[in-house]
Structure formats: structure tokens, C-alpha cells
């Protein structure tokens, strides 16, 4: 079975950072593009990042390139998020997604951006 | 970016009845292999999003067959043949022919 299991959020000042971590297990990790999806409270979805299976491509939505990274750990089964620079407007639950096709989500993790 | 604009915003549905929300594109979503790569979702209250529809009609895995996805060039519609309760939710299109994936501003389904 596949699970997504986030972690890693929580509560942070504007300017501040975060290091948003998923647990990929129940399939072969390292085949998969993995995606960060966002969405701030009662508001829709947004992608905010994408990496490649080998981590040699990466890409963002423009309002978080320069302050975010996503970065991946084949031989731990793990996707990160390390954001930076914080904005109140960053303020969502983050949820860790499988391929682009969306078949597989974590539960997500909430991240508050606030002074 | 390509924009999806889902209609309408708000659905309430009496139970039993059916229900349907469209989606356009503001470009077609033919890719260059001749697929559409154009999905559905349904986000219940509380939950993750669930992948309903994949590739404009096709059904995942567990998903009930009263509900069904139809479309091409840039519009597309995802039916309810009879709403039942847990059906209440928003529901979300997609697209991810071209890149980025972008999502339409999702529907609320609710119970009259």
C-alpha cells in the first residue's frame, strides 16, 4: 500500500524557516517524480514544486523560486521541502503527491506563518 | 500558465438527484502523444484529495460508477448520476498536460 506521511510543520514568524519532510513507503521511491502541493486555509490547490525521480530536475511555482528547495533522499524514501524566507501569505497545509497525475497524496502539514 | 475555471463555485444537490460541474481550459489539452491528461478530484471535508477520474474518463480504482467523466478540446464535465451524502466535498479539476500543473478553483457539493 502506498503511504505518504508528512511531517515537519508547525508554527513560524515571517522570515522564518521550515524543513517539511515525507515518508514515502509501499512503493519503489526512486521511480517516481514526487510534487509538493499547497493549500492555505479554505482556499484551492496549488503546486509549489516538482523533482525529478533522480533529483537532477527541480521545479517551482514562481512566488517560492529563490525561497524554497525541494531536495529528495532515494536511499531514505524521503522528499523534503526547505523553505526559507517565510510569508504569511506561505501559510497552508502542504501535502506531499506522488507523480504528477495525482494518484497518491500524504494527509498534508499545516503550516502557519504568523507574528 | 494554463487557467481552469470550474462552473459553478457552489452545487447543492437533493439527494438521489444528479449532479454535474464543468471544466475549461484556456488551452486545449491534447498532448503531443495524443493523450489528455486531464483528472478530477474530490477533496471530503477534513480529507486529503482523492484522485476520482484520470485522462478525462477514466475511473480509479474504488471509485463508485455513478460518477463519470467526459470531455475534449477544452471542456470537460464530471457527472454524479445520484448523489449520495458522502458525495459532499469540493471538487477539483486539473490539468497536467502542460506544464504546470495548474487547478480549476474548485466546486462545493452540498446537500439541499
Known amino acids: 500500500e502506498v503511504q505518504l506521511v508528512e511531517s515537519g510543520g508547525g508554527l513560524v514568524q515571517p522570515g522564518g524557516s521550515l524543513r517539511l519532510s515525507c515518508a514515502a513507503s509501499?512503493?519503489?521511491?526512486?521511480?517516481?517524480?514526487m510534487i509538493w502541493v499547497r493549500q492555505a486555509p479554505g482556499k484551492g490547490l496549488e503546486w509549489v514544486a516538482s523533482?525529478?525521480?533522480?533529483?537532477?530536475?527541480?521545479y517551482y511555482v514562481d512566488s517560492v523560486k529563490g525561497r524554497f528547495t525541494i531536495s529528495r533522499d532515494n536511499a531514505k524514501n524521503s522528499l523534503y521541502l526547505q523553505m526559507n524566507s517565510l510569508r504569511v501569505e506561505d501559510s497552508a497545509v502542504y501535502f506531499c503527491?506522488?507523480?504528477?497525475?495525482?494518484?497518491?497524496w500524504g494527509q498534508g502539514t499545516l503550516v502557519t506563518v504568523s507574528s | 500558465d494554463v487557467v481552469m475555471t470550474q462552473s459553478p463555485l457552489s452545487l447543492p444537490v437533493t439527494l438521489g438527484q444528479p449532479a454535474s460541474i464543468s471544466c475549461r481550459s484556456s488551452?486545449?489539452?491534447?498532448?503531443?502523444?495524443?493523450?489528455?491528461?486531464f483528472n478530477w478530484f474530490q477533496q471530503r471535508p477534513g480529507h486529503s484529495p482523492r484522485r476520482l477520474i484520470y485522462?478525462?474518463?477514466n475511473r480509479d480504482s474504488g471509485v463508485p460508477d455513478r460518477f463519470s467523466g467526459s470531455g475534449s478540446g477544452t471542456d470537460f464535465t464530471l457527472e454524479i448520476s445520484r448523489v449520495e451524502a458522502e458525495d459532499v466535498g469540493v471538487y477539483y479539476c486539473?490539468?497536467?498536460?502542460?506544464?504546470?500543473?495548474?487547478f480549476g478553483q474548485g466546486t462545493k457539493l452540498e446537500i439541499k
Open positions: 503527491v506522488r507523480d504528477n497525475n495525482g494518484a497518491y
Open positions: 509501499g512503493f519503489t521511491f526512486s521511480d517516481h517524480w
Open positions: 523533482i525529478k525521480q533522480d533529483g537532477s530536475d527541480k
Open positions: 488551452q486545449g489539452l491534447v498532448h503531443s502523444d495524443g493523450n489528455i491528461y
Open positions: 485522462k478525462v474518463s
Open positions: 486539473m490539468q497536467i498536460t502542460h506544464w504546470p500543473e495548474t
